[in-house]
Structures are given as structure tokens and as C-alpha cells.
């Protein structure tokens, strides 16, 4: 086990809902990332929290918004979610950037928009 | 363009056989390379982490060799197991606060 956890594990949303996926680090882990991660394709990255404050971001629109908390636990939101959204969404902690440290991921929590 | 291309896309072994999965790259500038494992519906799990002066690291039965310049690497696999079924994804590293590029991985299965 990583020491990362993830919730929920799974969801079903229907199309314009907003959703809230939540991530805890492994302890002593200041950098928590994102990932998406659609059928049969490798992980695209969302963005990347270091010590509360986002530090960079991929090619995802702005519906796509996160928080990092004071024990670096994370949330990823989505807005209007859209069918492509369906996806397995994955955090990974690390100490450092994602870049230099060795990352450890949760399990995924699978969305499913209808 | 910085892309990470594995082959074979996927790939079918007898249990007991060795097997080689490539990764090449065109990212740059090179900080590291990881090869990662998943399996199905679940978090990948990290094998290896080579930097540029790295040209081998194993772990266990797998070996991940690197050849910066080529851009290329290779995962290993020696006396594969029925547990070895999963994706395989190489990552490359660029500098600091740039993302990861990920390759689509390599679907490995295993059989009697």
C-alpha cells in the first residue's frame, strides 16, 4: 500500500453536475498531483499543490479547480462535468515536486457521467 | 513535441518467459525516467527511477535500462508470473514545475 488514499472509489454523475474527489497524502508528503486517466490511455496531469498553493497546471479548462488543505490532503473539482469526463481520476503525493520525487498514488477514484 | 511512445502496444506471454517492453522519448530537457506497473482499475505502482546518469536499475525481476542518448528504454522482465499482468507505463521527467509526460502503456498478460 502507498499510504495515499482516495474517496470515493467510484461515482455516477449526470452531465452539468459538479463533483468533488478527495485525496490524503502519505504522511510527511507536501505535494499532491492529479491525474486523469481515460480507458486504455496513459495518466494526462490536471495540476500539481505544494504547500496549499497550486504550482502547475496542464491543458485542463478552468471548470477543473483544486484545493490543498493545512495537512496537505487535496480535493479535485469539476464543474458542468461533461461525457469525457468520464475518466479514472488519480492523486499522487510526493515529497517535493512530482519532477524530482518519487510519487505515490491512491488507487483512483473512477467517474462515470451520463 | 514532448511525447513518450511505447511498443509493443500490447502483448500475450507463456508464465516463465522474459519479456521487453520499449519506451521512446522526445522530451527535453531529460530530468528522469520511471517505469511504473498498473493494474487494471487500480493506482500505478513505481518500479524505477533512472536519471541521466543512470544506464540500468533493477528491481527484483525487472531491470529498466536507459540510453540517454538515443532516448530510449527498455523494461525487462525475467521469469514472468501470472501476478505480471498489468500495464506498464514509462513517465519522463522534464525540469521542475513542468508536468510529466506519460506514455499510454504497455498491456502485458500473462498465461498458463
Known amino acids: 500500500e502507498t499510504g495515499v488514499t482516495q474517496s470515493p472509489t467510484h461515482l455516477i454523475k449526470t452531465r452539468g453536475q459538479q463533483v468533488t474527489l478527495r485525496c490524503s497524502s502519505q504522511?510527511?508528503?507536501?505535494?499532491v498531483s492529479w491525474y486523469q486517466q481515460a480507458l486504455g490511455q496513459g495518466p494526462q496531469f490536471i495540476f500539481q499543490y505544494y504547500r496549499e498553493e497550486e504550482n502547475g497546471r496542464g491543458n485542463f479548462p478552468p471548470r477543473f479547480s483544486g484545493l490543498q488543505f493545512p495537512n496537505y490532503s487535496s480535493e479535485l473539482n469539476v464543474n458542468a462535468l461533461e461525457l469525457d469526463d468520464s475518466a479514472l481520476y488519480l492523486c499522487?503525493?510526493?515529497?517535493?515536486?512530482?519532477?524530482?520525487?518519487?510519487?505515490?498514488f491512491g488507487e483512483g477514484s473512477r467517474l462515470t457521467v451520463l | 513535441k514532448n511525447q513518450v511512445e511505447q511498443s509493443p502496444q500490447s502483448l500475450i506471454i507463456l508464465e516463465g518467459k522474459n519479456c521487453t517492453l520499449q519506451c521512446n522519448y522526445t522530451v527535453s530537457p531529460f530530468s528522469n525516467l520511471r517505469w511504473y506497473k498498473q493494474d487494471t482499475g487500480r493506482g500505478p505502482v513505481s518500479l524505477t527511477i533512472?536519471?541521466?546518469?543512470?544506464n540500468t536499475k533493477s528491481n527484483g525481476r525487472y531491470t529498466a535500462t536507459l540510453d540517454a542518448d538515443t532516448k530510449q528504454s527498455s523494461l525487462h522482465i525475467t521469469a514472468s508470473q501470472l501476478s505480471d499482468s498489468a500495464s506498464y507505463i514509462c513517465?519522463?521527467?522534464?525540469?521542475?514545475?513542468?508536468?510529466?509526460?506519460f506514455g499510454k502503456g504497455t498491456r502485458l498478460s500473462v498465461i498458463a
Open positions: 499522487a503525493s510526493s515529497i517535493g515536486t512530482a519532477n524530482t520525487g518519487e510519487l505515490f
Open positions: 533512472m536519471t541521466f546518469s543512470e
Open positions: 513517465v519522463v521527467s522534464r525540469t521542475v514545475n513542468t508536468p510529466l509526460v
Open positions: 504522511s510527511g508528503h507536501n505535494t
